[in-house]
C-alpha cells in the first residue's frame, strides 16, 4: 500500500470515528432537550399556558403585555411581562400568543435549553468534521452515495437550525424533533447506507456534481425544516381548536403543545421557508438537466429521479400557488406541503433503493 492510500485509509477512518462521535453528543443534546420540556412543564407559566391562550386578550395591559404571576420562594408573587405576539393566518382567524417555548420561561428549563443549542453546536461541528474528512478521503465532493449524502444533509439541516437560531429567530422548540431525526439519520446512514470510500463512476466527474447535489442537499435541509413547523402546526392547530370550542385539552396538549407558538407563527413560519427554498429547488433541477446533457447527451430522459423531481417540484409549486392565488392558508395548505415534502423523501429513500435508473450506478 502506498502512501497516498494510507493516507486516504486513515482519513476514512478519521471521519467514521468523527460521525459516531457526532452521535453521542447529539444524544447527549436529546436528554438536554428533554430535560428542557420536562422543567420548563413544572412552571406555572406552563401551566397557565392554555388559559393564556385561550383568553386571548384578557390579562393584557394597554400595552399589549400579558401578566403572569409565579410563584417566589417565602409565598410572595413576581410579575412577569411576556409581550404578547399576534399573528393572524387569514382572515376570520383566531389570534393568540405564541406559547413561552420549550422551556416554559423559567431559569432551570432555559439552563437546559441552553446546554442542547450548545451540545448540538459541537455535535454539528463534529459532524462537519467527518464530512470534510470523508471527502480528503476519496479526494472528491462528499455526496456520491446515499451514506455520504445522508450525513452531509443531516448536517446541513443542523446548520439551517443554527443559522435561525444565530439571526435570533423563536426556533428552539424545533430542537428535539431535530436532533432526534438527525440521530435517526445517522442511525439509517451508519447501519444500513454505509459504503466505503470509494471513487466515482466516470459520468460523475463534473463540476455540475458540486453545483447540482449540493443545492439537492440544501433544499432537502430547509424543505424538512419547514415540513417539521408544518407538522407541529397541525397539532397546535388541534389544540387551539379544541380550546376555542370550549373542550379540555389532555396533559399532553397541556404539558407540550401550549408551549408551541401560535398556529398561524407556525403557519406562516413553514410558508416563508418552503417559498424562501423553492427557487434553488428550480435551478437544481435546471443544474441537473444541464449536467445530464454533458453526461449522457440528453437533458431530459424520464428517468425515475428526474420525474419524481420534478413531482417534488410541481407539489411545492402547487402549495405555493394555493398560498398565493387561492387564499389556501391552514390546514389545507399544510397536508399540500406534508405532501410535497413526501415526495422529496420519496425521491431519495424511495428512487434511490427500489426503483432501477441512470441514478443507481451510484449504490446506496
Known amino acids: 500500500m502506498n502512501l497516498a492510500a494510507a493516507t486516504n485509509e486513515n482519513l476514512a477512518h478519521t471521519s467514521n470515528v468523527l460521525i459516531y462521535s457526532s452521535m453521542a453528543v447529539y444524544t447527549l443534546a436529546f436528554f438536554a432537550h428533554i430535560a428542557e420540556w420536562v422543567f420548563g412543564s413544572r412552571s406555572k407559566v406552563g401551566r397557565t399556558a392554555?388559559?393564556?391562550?385561550?383568553?386571548?386578550?384578557?390579562?393584557?395591559?394597554?400595552?399589549?403585555?400579558?401578566?403572569?404571576?409565579?410563584?417566589?420562594?417565602?409565598?410572595g408573587t413576581a410579575v412577569l411581562d411576556r409581550p404578547k405576539v399576534v399573528t393572524r393566518s387569514a382572515a376570520g382567524t383566531r389570534d393568540v400568543p405564541d406559547g413561552p417555548g420549550a422551556a416554559g420561561g423559567t431559569f432551570k428549563g432555559d439552563l437546559y435549553g441552553r446546554m442542547a443549542v450548545s451540545m448540538t453546536v459541537l455535535a454539528f461541528l463534529v459532524q462537519a468534521g467527518g464530512v470534510i474528512a470523508r471527502a480528503l478521503s476519496v479526494q472528491r465532493a462528499p455526496w456520491g452515495n446515499m451514506y455520504e449524502f445522508s450525513i452531509t444533509f443531516s448536517t446541513v439541516a443542523v446548520g439551517a437550525y443554527l443559522t435561525l437560531l444565530a439571526l435570533k429567530k423563536n426556533v428552539r422548540w424545533m430542537g428535539l424533533l431535530l436532533v432526534t431525526t438527525v440521530l435517526l439519520d445517522l442511525g439509517i446512514a451508519t447501519t444500513v447506507l454505509y459504503t466505503s470510500s470509494d471513487q466515482l463512476v466516470p459520468a460523475l466527474h463534473s463540476y455540475w456534481l458540486w453545483i447540482h447535489v449540493s443545492t439537492a442537499i440544501i433544499c432537502g435541509a430547509v424543505f424538512y425544516i419547514g415540513a417539521v413547523a408544518t407538522l407541529l402546526y397541525l397539532f397546535r392547530d388541534s389544540y387551539?381548536?379544541?380550546?376555542?370550542?370550549?373542550?379540555?385539552?389532555?396533559?399532553?396538549?397541556?404539558?407540550?403543545?401550549?408551549?408551541?407558538?401560535?398556529?398561524?407563527?407556525?403557519?406562516?413560519?413553514?410558508?416563508?421557508?418552503?417559498?424562501?427554498?423553492?427557487?434553488?429547488?428550480?435551478?437544481?433541477?435546471?443544474?441537473?438537466?444541464?449536467?445530464?446533457?454533458?453526461?449522457?447527451?440528453?437533458?431530459?430522459?424520464?428517468?425515475?429521479?428526474?420525474?419524481?423531481?420534478?413531482?417534488?417540484?410541481?407539489?411545492?409549486?402547487?402549495?405555493?400557488?394555493?398560498?398565493?392565488?387561492?387564499?389556501?392558508?391552514?390546514?389545507?395548505?399544510?397536508y399540500l406541503a406534508l405532501i410535497a415534502f413526501g415526495c422529496w423523501l420519496f425521491n431519495y429513500y424511495g428512487v434511490n433503493i427500489f426503483v432501477t435508473g441512470k441514478h443507481s450506478y451510484a449504490g446506496v
Open 50 to 75: 392554555a388559559a393564556l391562550t385561550g383568553a386571548g386578550a384578557e390579562g393584557a395591559d394597554a400595552a399589549g403585555s400579558v401578566k403572569v404571576q409565579v410563584a417566589q420562594k417565602g409565598g
Open 240 to 334: 387551539e381548536n379544541k380550546l376555542a370550542s370550549g373542550g379540555q385539552p389532555g396533559s399532553f396538549a397541556q404539558s407540550v403543545l401550549s408551549r408551541l407558538p401560535a398556529a398561524a407563527s407556525l403557519d406562516k413560519f413553514s410558508y416563508r421557508i418552503n417559498a424562501a427554498v423553492f427557487p434553488l429547488w428550480t435551478f437544481t433541477i435546471i443544474a441537473g438537466a444541464i449536467w445530464a446533457g454533458d453526461a449522457w447527451g440528453r437533458y431530459w430522459g424520464w428517468d425515475p429521479k428526474e420525474v419524481w423531481s420534478f413531482i417534488t417540484w410541481v407539489a411545492y409549486a402547487c402549495y405555493l400557488h394555493a398560498r398565493a392565488t387561492a387564499g389556501w392558508k391552514g390546514r389545507k395548505a399544510a
